[in-house]
């Protein structure tokens, strides 16, 4: 008897701070989006996994955390970082037409549904956890 898809599943991904961090989450969570039949939200879901793990290793000296979570009808992907302080305002568009850095908050604000961030701990590490959400349709 085949196996019926969980209604809800999650996977953490633990990175070290490279920017070469970035590629293999972006690989990983197409992956796992393909497996779990949710390949209409990969290229949004990359772009906003790609922008929040850019900005935990470059903002950060420490190590990283993707966490891909999917409950009925939302996809929430989030990153976990050293860094205790709240990430910077997205910026406005219309301010970034020349600047070569801080578009990253203002794509997630754009192409996610909701985005928010919390202070967070993780292995006796105080940090913070940015996270958004696209709703599978």
Same mark, same amino acid.
């Given at each position: 008897? #085949?196996?019926?898809? @969980?209604?809800?599943?999650? %996977? ?14 972006? *690989?990983?969570?197409?992956?796992? /989006?393909?497996?779990? +039949?949710?390949?209409? /939200?990969?290229?949004?879901?990359? /772009? ?14 420490? #190590? ?5 979570? %999917? ?12 860094? #205790?302080?709240?990430?910077? @305002?997205? !910026? ?11 578009? +990253?908050?203002?794509?997630? *604000? ?5 985005? +928010?961030?919390?202070?967070?701990? !993780?292995? +006796?590490?105080?940090?913070? %956890? ?8």
């Amino acid at each position: 008897m #085949p196996e019926t898809e @969980p209604s809800s599943w999650e %996977y953490t991904l633990s990175i070290p701070n490279d920017p070469r961090a970035v590629t293999v989450c972006r *690989r990983t969570l197409r992956l796992i /989006l393909t497996l779990h +039949g949710l390949i209409s /939200l990969a290229d949004t879901a990359e /772009l906003l996994a790609a922008e929040l793990i850019s900005n935990a290793v470059l903002h950060t000296k420490g #190590p990283a955390t993707l966490r891909v979570r %999917y409950s009925p009808g939302v996809l929430r992907l989030g990153a976990w970082d050293a860094n #205790p302080e709240p990430p910077d @305002p997205p !910026r406005a568009f219309d301010h970034l037409t020349d600047a070569e850095t801080g578009r +990253g908050l203002a794509l997630v *604000r754009a192409c996610a549904d909701v985005w +928010g961030w919390q202070p967070q701990s !993780r292995n +006796g590490n105080r940090g913070k %956890y940015v996270w958004c959400e696209l709703t599978a349709a």
